[in-house]
């Protein structure tokens, strides 16, 4: 039998911790009033359940309860209230810095809540918070609408839209969050209400990027627009010395450009055709006191560090290789731009695919300390003489 003891949350530099023992008797009233399973350390899925995206947060909840309706989120609530634990929420797991879980907290596991429903003559769809903005576009395609999500199919909607949300739609249609007309949540003292205009209407203005902490969502009503399912786009790619041309011509075409053309990615890179690796890795920050910190991953001393928890994050959440390479170090002030080189090695059905990809990291100096704010990664394309 596993273990039912649950440590819950004094604040660590890493993670929540806690000290708080749960008596079995308990946790077996908890799991009669639950739909969905209750995960204990050692259980069988557990390890799955409370894995995210980014593979270096290791985190071991206390238990994980794996919701698979309103009813069971309002139990839970109400279960870390009588107890006085600690709650963390997991929706699509995507946020990298790792918010879903913390150390002997109790965990929601929204990731089985995915249904979708759409009104096509109202333009609304209704989608639960476990939802990843792949399961909603498939359905709102189908009639041919969308809602302005992001730009990665497998981030979830929850996370997006509570943070505010942008992606390819932006431009046109404004931020995530302002399509949203209505929240489905379970406040803190277990209600459930619907936030609107009208209805709550502090709530919904609080969920549309007034912080956290607000309650539990677990669905949200999408205003939809008219888009595809056919839609004209891809990449562009020109020859490094075309650069002085072609970015006077994008400078006009920015200013011009209607609201429906969105340019993702407006970058120009010269083609490697060789590149010694080796020499360019001495180019990141030689000085030993320099630090850079991201959200999840702590203090980092030099590239080597960098490096490593990268590897960590990539190459434990798919069935690839990654192995960055610095080229190119640029600081000006309390900015520093980083290009890397990104080698990938991933294995499909047995077959082994070899990429590079081109990254670009934006690092901001803050307190002493270098924190990565912005990374963005593009295909490497090889171009030949003849223009192939």
């Not at 429906?260 to 407006?266: D, G, M, R, T, V």
């Not at 670009?360 to 912005?374: D, I, K, P, S």
Request: charged share 20%; aromatic share 8%.
């Amino acid at each position: 039998m596993t273990n039912p003891a649950a440590t819950l949350p004094s604040r660590t530099s890493d993670a929540l911790s806690v000290q708080v023992a749960l008596d079995p008797s308990a946790i077996g009233a908890l799991r009669s009033r639950l739909r969905g399973p209750v995960l204990l350390p050692g259980d069988p899925g557990y390890d799955d359940a409370r894995s995210l995206w980014n593979a270096t947060i290791d985190r071991r909840p206390a238990l994980v309860i794996r919701c698979l309706g309103v009813a069971d989120v309002v139990a839970a609530v109400e279960f870390v209230r009588e107890h006085r634990l600690a709650l963390t929420i997991k929706g699509g797991g995507h946020n990298i810095s790792g918010l879903a879980v913390a150390d002997g907290a109790v965990m929601l596991d929204m990731s089985l809540m995915r249904g979708v429903r759409v009104d096509p003559a109202a333009r609304l769809a209704w989608a639960q918070v476990g939802c990843l903005l792949g399961d909603v576009d498939r359905e709102t395609q189908l009639h041919g609408l969308a809602a302005p999500l992001g730009f990665v199919s497998t981030t979830g909607i929850a996370g997006l839209t509570l943070g505010g949300g942008f992606g390819y739609l932006t431009r046109r249609f404004g931020w995530t969050c302002d399509s949203v007309v209505a929240f489905d949540v379970v406040t803190a003292d277990a209600r459930v209400v619907r936030a609107t205009e009208t209805e709550h209407p502090d709530l919904f203005w609080a969920l549309r990027g007034g912080g956290g902490n607000f309650g539990v969502v677990t669905g949200f009503t999408y205003r939809l627009a008219p888009v595809g399912p056919e839609i004209l786009g891809g990449a562009i790619v020109w020859r490094a010395d075309e650069a002085p041309r072609i970015l006077d011509a994008f400078r006009t075409l920015a200013e011009e450009a209607p609201p429906e053309l969105i340019a993702a990615n407006e970058r120009f890179y010269r083609a490697f055709e060789s590149l010694d690796i080796k020499e360019m890795e001495a180019v990141w920050f030689t000085a030993a006191a320099v630090q850079c910190v991201h959200p999840g991953w702590g203090p980092l001393s030099g590239w080597s560090d960098v490096r490593d928890s990268w590897v960590r994050i990539f190459n434990n959440t798919s069935a690839m290789t990654f192995t960055p390479h610095v080229v190119h170090l640029s600081v000006v002030g309390e900015v520093a731009w980083l290009l890397c080189i990104e080698e990938i090695t991933s294995r499909q059905a047995d077959e082994e695919h070899a990429s590079q990809i081109l990254a670009t990291n934006v690092f901001e100096r803050r307190n002493g300390q270098w924190l990565l704010v912005n990374h963005h990664a593009s295909p490497i394309f090889r171009v030949t003489q003849d223009g192939g």
